[in-house]
């Protein structure tokens, strides 16, 4: 082929150029987009068409063997050359090998030299200088390629930081028309990747964009492949050509952010068009190519040619963010985003052209979703690429590469490949799933529709046979004739048809005045009509996949169910523990999932009509469509829905659990209010209809739940020990099982006097949590700092230790004489209102309870009739609705908890401390009563005594200090022997003062005395290299010294030692020669 092919340079080539105009439109203010005519090398014209390679190969002592086997790789690629190529290697220093390289043999028959350090700065100089030497002689004639390999970070000599701005310099001065082109090879982590984006940033000027920014290998093993792959590249280039574009008016952008230029060498592959983002205030008219002046013309908006021209700005934005010291990414946002805007406009402009407002159904739904995702997703990816572009910050060079050639993955693809790993053919089994439903949803929709027509009185039956006329009036008057007698599963032809088309649905809707239930505002669809469209377009798993569905998330967008907008906290531990969200809003107007599916993955805003955006629902059982309801809940494919809502992936779901903590969390919401609508009581109903019915699925459920109900009505622990993930259980059973025997003692004032201490408890963890940034320990002590501010506790106030020479007493003796008294302080934290505020919700709660409660005692049949009212419709339950809504006077925090206001104050102060000071499950066990005068006193106490026990360990640390000094002087003053005896059988098993100590004494016998090898002898092997040198060791007759005065001075010092903890310590057996065994110490604790 010969590179002549591949990189063509030759002046007069617009000889062949197609004799038509540039073209250009505008990109955003200020912005043109400007498409050059197309450009092709011409032939049979007499210019020779001329490339050189001058490789810059790392030969330090890291790279081994990989320099002769990166050699030999280079050697393939002179063949594309068609001047003399070069050789340049690089170690201590750099070394051209060769300038006259014309065959793979020349470049193989290369000796390299003995390998060293890394000097990449001097083995780039080396081939820049002779690449400029070249072009003095032959100015703007040859185009110069300069690859650089290194597997490790530049070591030795000036940085490249210094040098490739000064080699910038150089080529500006003595070369300004010099073409080159800088390819990047990085092998290993060891690399650095910002060095070689430094060099192209500072050295290139012709960009190759056909090539990756950097070709990198994680290892030398793969080394051969990386530059296989390069070759290939080269190869791609191989009916390309260069040409120099220059502009009158206005200026190209190179990189965004950066000042535009005049003119600019461009390399212009196979038979594309080129394409430039020109700044300039007006449209040019004109551009001169090579130096000929080519018309420019207004074009029509080309969002595929934006997207490439974009595209190619943003991959020289990655490059400035690597290797330039200084790169403005409030700039580059500036100038791109208007870009991509003008393209996003366009783009939304085409898709409402083309938009079929009139298609409906599931599939019309998701073909639209898709023309949509398709038509702007363009404009979306460039807006995240120069996101991630600008945010991108990372010194390393795995990272730095990966960034650079895009092989980063996000986080969505990872879960969906870890799904797809773990759950082969997942995806058809869902679909299976979803048909299998649709055939139990058929019948169940037939049996709802025929109890709501079993209920109607027989002048709407009457009226409803009236509104149709022949066969169709025929059958419907057989229907409410005898609606018990209907076979839903075996009935003919004629009467299935009519039950399943929607038509009996519409004229119950008109005649029994919306029995049918309320519809979503996204799809005007009730419950019974979204369910049936499931069944008409999903009965067959044929039907689905035909429709277009290749994922998961499209057959939610497919198929769906109404529920309950939801406004939903996450916190990072809710895919362990999904009770750990908070759920601040549930909405009245339904919506229906799959909608708000494909709105959301469209990338669409849905607000609420009550106002505020949605993006969750709460799916329930709807009493409105019972049977039907249930058996579409059941279906996996709303367990995905479940885990997103929680965890906002589609593979986190473990169980019903999930679903249980959304019903929970929602109703505290409603019943939390302090003034609920009856609307808000309505949807409080509907969740516990929809719970209780979710646990005759799930016996264990119900189970589980009768036993924290239990546990509240006996006034046992509520801690998440004890099983409580979350208050809101609590009091979801509370609700949907008040009328169970016993229930009255849930809501008595010490079951309300517990969940508001736990619940208190539970938020207080989470505030200094979230404080402490997650740290447990940090989170303690940011709460004991805070109760110790609103209690009035100080340092002065707790006991001090005694004097270092003085023994402490016992430690219930300090606690008897410590002061009890407590000085509350609102305005260091206000406790009071903490207290009203985080459990006033509790309160609404209980509430709620006690007026359903009673609601269901007058009217009789407890739960099970009301739901079987709630089935009948709206009016069969208003009663309860009315009553409960009257009753919900909230008791005030002494009447619930059962004490008297005028300790308000006090009690407030103690809940708090208590709630705070013991957060924890393990701490939440035998608590004294907070309304007790004595508990706080207890609680200022313990916080007392705590500053106490730390004057103790002060007193302490001071105490080892000296004690480690007179364990360094007894092992200076000892023979080898007592020392060796001091050491024991492992230097290593010694606490980390008394190694350090008797390491000291050694040392100040001197170098290769007896105690410095006694010790290194039973030291780790590591140690000893480190240690065992003569650097380490001080002067023998500083030894003399030290040794004579520690001697002297030992006695004292041991007769000194202070007396401050009870218990004895004697001297050890081995040393009865140097000290009388009399001495003894009173400490809690021995030396080493």
């Known amino acids: 082929l010969g590179f002549h092919r591949v990189i063509a340079l030759h002046q007069g080539m617009v000889d062949d150029v197609s004799k038509g105009s540039g073209h250009c439109f505008q990109l955003g203010p200020a912005r043109w987009l400007l498409q050059l005519p197309k450009i092709t090398p011409s032939e049979g014209n007499g210019q020779t068409r001329r490339a050189a390679f001058h490789f810059c190969l790392d030969n330090s002592a890291s790279m081994g063997s990989a320099s002769r086997e990166a050699r030999d790789c280079f050697a393939q690629l002179i063949m594309y050359a068609s001047e003399p190529c070069s050789l340049t290697v690089f170690a201590n220093k750099a070394q051209v090998l060769g300038d006259s390289l014309m065959t793979p043999a020349d470049i193989r028959s290369l000796q390299l030299p003995q390998q060293g350090q890394t000097d990449i700065s001097s083995g780039v100089q080396q081939g820049v200088e002779l690449i400029v030497a070249r072009e003095i002689a032959e100015p703007g004639v040859v185009h110069h390629v300069l690859f650089i390999l290194s597997d490790g970070q530049h070591n030795v000599g000036p940085s490249p930081a210094q040098t490739f701005p000064k080699l910038a310099a150089y080529i500006r001065a003595k070369a300004p028309l010099l073409r080159l082109s800088v390819v990047v090879i990085g092998i290993s982590a060891s690399s650095r990747t910002s060095d070689g984006m430094l060099g192209r940033t500072e050295l290139e000027t012709v960009p190759l964009h056909g090539l990756q920014p950097i070709y990198f290998a994680d290892h030398s093993r793969d080394m051969p492949s ?27 952008v190179r990189v965004p952010g950066e000042a535009p230029v005049k003119c600019v060498e461009a390399f212009v592959q196979g038979s594309a068009r080129l394409s430039f983002i020109v700044q300039a205030e007006e449209m040019p008219h004109s551009v001169l190519i090579d130096g000929v002046v080519f018309p420019v013309v207004e074009a029509a908006f080309d969002d595929a040619a934006a997207a490439m021209a974009l595209q190619a700005l943003i991959s020289a934005l990655r490059e400035r963010v690597v290797g330039s010291r200084i790169f403005d990414g409030a700039a580059a946002i500036a100038f791109l985003d208007p870009c991509i805007k003008a393209m996003q406009d366009y783009q939304e402009t085409c898709l409402a052209a083309t938009t079929d407002t009139e298609l409906l159904g599931p599939a019309a739904r998701l073909r639209q979703h898709k023309a949509q995702a398709t038509a702007l997703h363009g404009a979306r990816y460039l807006r995240n690429q120069m996101a991630e572009a600008v945010a991108f910050h990372s010194n390393d060079s795995v990272e730095q590469a990966r960034f650079l050639t895009g092989a980063t993955k996000k986080y969505g693809a990872k879960a ?18 979803v048909a299998s439903t649709a055939q139990l949803l058929r019948v169940a929709l037939r049996r709802d529709l025929i109890r709501h027509i079993a209920r109607l009185t027989p002048e709407q039956r009457a009226g409803s046979a009236s509104r149709l006329a ?24 004629s009467m299935a048809a009519l039950l399943d088309n929607g038509t009996v649905a519409e004229l119950l809707r008109t005649v029994a005045g919306g029995t049918m239930g309320p519809v979503s505002y996204l799809s005007l669809l009730s419950q019974w009509e979204q369910l049936a469209e499931w069944v008409t377009h999903a009965a067959d798993p044929s039907q689905i996949v035909s429709a277009g569905v290749t994922t998961e998330y499209e057959l939610l967008m497919y198929v769906g169910m109404l529920g309950f907008p939801i406004n939903v906290h996450r916190s990072a531990a809710a895919q362990m523990d999904p009770f750990q969200i908070n759920i601040s809003t549930v909405h009245a107007a339904p919506a229906d999932s799959a909608s708000l599916c494909c709105a959301l993955q469209s990338e669409q805003s849905i607000s609420a009509p009550e106002g505020g955006e949605v993006k969750d629902l709460l799916l329930l059982v709807d009493p409105d469509c ?26 986190m779901y473990s169980g019903v659990h999930m679903r249980i903590a959304l019903h929970a969390h929602a109703l505290v919401s409603l019943i939390g209010n302090g003034a609920p609508t009856k609307a808000d009581l309505d949807i409080a109903l509907r969740i516990c209809y929809s719970v209780r ?34 208050t809101s259980q609590l009091l979801l059973a509370l609700t949907a099982l008040c009328d169970n025997d016993g229930a009255n003692y849930g809501i008595a004032a010490p079951a309300v006097l517990m969940l508001v201490n736990e619940t208190l408890s539970r938020r207080a963890r989470v505030h200094f949590r979230s404080q402490a940034g997650g740290e447990a320990s940090q989170a303690k002590i940011r709460a004991i700092t805070c109760v110790r501010g609103f209690l009035g506790v100080t340092d002065d106030s707790a006991p001090q230790a005694q004097e270092q020479d003085e023994p402490e007493p016992l430690r219930a003796e300090v606690e008897a004489m410590c002061r009890r008294d407590v000085k509350l302080d609102h305005s260091a934290f206000d406790f009071q209102r903490w207290v009203l505020d ?7 709660a209980v509430a709620f309870a006690t007026a359903l409660r009673e609601a269901l005692a007058q009217r009789g049949g407890g739960w099970e009739q009301l739901e079987a009212d709630m089935e009948a419709g709206h009016a069969a339950y208003a009663d309860v609705l009315a009553f409960v809504h009257g009753c919900t006077a909230t008791a005030e925090l002494p009447e619930a908890c059962d004490f008297g206001g005028v300790a308000l104050e006090r009690v407030c102060a103690t809940m708090a401390a208590q709630a705070m000071l013991c957060s924890d499950s393990c701490e939440r066990h ?16 313990r916080l007392r005594m705590d500053t106490y026990a730390g004057h103790v360990a002060a007193k302490m640390r001071d105490w080892r200090a000296v004690a480690l000094d007179v364990t360094a002087a007894r092992a200076r003053a000892a023979d080898i022997g007592q020392f060796q005896a001091m050491l024991g059988s492992h230097a290593h098993g010694l606490t980390k003062g008394a190694f350090w100590g008797l390491w000291d004494a050694a040392k100040h016998d001197g170098y290769g005395g007896e105690k410095v090898r006694a010790f290194l002898e039973r030291a780790n092997g590591e140690f000893a290299n480190k240690y065992g040198s003569k650097d380490c060791a001080s002067s023998s ?6 040794a004579a005065h520690d001697a002297a001075n030992l006695g004292a010092s041991l007769r000194q030692t202070p007396r401050i903890m009870t218990g004895s310590y004697r001297m050890p057996t081995a040393l009865p020669h140097m000290y009388s065994t009399d001495v003894i110490l009173d400490v809690s604790w021995g030396f080493g």
């Open 926 to 941: 035998n608590l004294p009563d907070v309304r007790e005068a004595d508990t706080l006193s207890q609680i200022a106490v």
């Open 1037 to 1042: 007759a500083a030894l003399t010294v030290y």
């Open 226 to 252: 990386v530059l296989d792959e390069l070759g290939g590249g080269i190869r791609d280039l191989s009916d390309g050509c260069l040409a120099r574009v220059e502009l009158s008016g206005g200026g190209f």
């Open 470 to 493: 022949g066969s169709e009036a025929t059958v419907l008057r057989d229907i409410l004739h005898q609606p018990e007698l209907v076979d839903t599963e075996g009935c003919d032809a």
């Open 416 to 433: 969906l490949r870890r799904a797809a790993d773990v759950n082969a053919g997942g995806f058809a089994a869902r679909v299976e799933e």
């Open 838 to 844: 985080k459990t006033l919700p509790v309160l609404h």
């Open 626 to 651: 019972p049977e039907a309801s249930r058996i579409a809940l059941k279906c996996r494919l709303f367990d995905l829905y479940t885990s997103v809502v929680l965890c906002r992936d589609l593979h």
């Open 693 to 726: 019915k979710i646990w005759e699925d799930v016996p264990d459920s119900r189970k589980e739940y009768g036993n924290l109900l239990c546990r509240l009505l006996h006034w046992d622990e509520l801690t998440a020990a004890d099983g409580v993930n979350d």
